[in-house]
């Protein structure tokens, strides 16, 4: 029989503990689900074709890359920390018929490998816009669409913006802001 030493048990404890504190962070906004005719507007402001790849940060279940693979052809990835929304969001991409063209990892936004992304959708909140602003910069190729419904980016100009009058969604309008990530200084 092999003997287990008590600092052993605490150091795989602590790390396991680590780990599992890691991986649970509360969201950094509340699950609101972007209507139909929003998420319908933010694939046409992008100019979502074929040959794009969508990413959706904080994707809930899933509604824009579905929609984005479905009626466009693109392929999709969803981003989101709860795997309440990233297992509704697998449930509706396979009902959809369109399992093959998205993915959904949970994961946190801040820590998702984004740069396959062509085009970048978004629903969270001003400040963490502003938070993700340095992340979407550094990890997308210059010309990479990022749409955002409701929030901006502060400080950083949107290239176009537009508003739809969304009865769906309890007030009277929805306002979109369209970015294009700009090329670096050396190229």
């Known amino acids: 029989m092999q003997t287990v ?3 052993t048990v605490f150091l ?8 599992a504190a890691q991986a649970v ?10 209507t139909e005719p929003a998420v319908e507007e933010m694939l046409k ?4 074709g074929r040959s794009d790849v969508v990413y959706d940060l904080g994707c809930g279940d899933g509604r824009i890359v579905i929609t984005a693979a479905k009626k466009y052809g693109a392929r999709g990835v969803g981003i989101d920390i709860d795997p309440d929304r ?3 969001a697998r449930s509706k991409a396979r009902k959809a018929g369109v399992g093959h063209l998205v993915r959904f990892v949970e ?6 490998d ?8 978004l629903f969270l909140l001003n400040h963490v816009n502003a938070k993700l602003k340095p992340k979407l910069m550094a990890d997308l190729k210059p010309g990479t669409r990022v749409v955002s419904n409701t929030f901006d980016m502060g400080d950083w100009k949107a290239d176009a913006e537009r508003s739809l009058n969304d009865s769906d969604a309890g007030y009277f309008s929805s306002h979109f802001y369209l970015w294009v990530i700009p090329r670096r200084p050396s190229e």
């Open 5 to 7: 030493w008590p600092s």
């Open 12 to 19: 795989v404890l602590t790390a396991f503990g680590s780990a």
């Open 25 to 34: 962070r509360a969201p950094d906004v509340p699950y609101v689900p972007t």
């Open 45 to 48: 402001l992008a100019k979502v």
């Open 86 to 88: 990233i297992a509704e």
């Open 107 to 112: 994961q946190d936004l801040f820590e998702a």
């Open 114 to 121: 984004i740069r396959e992304a062509t085009v970048v959708t």
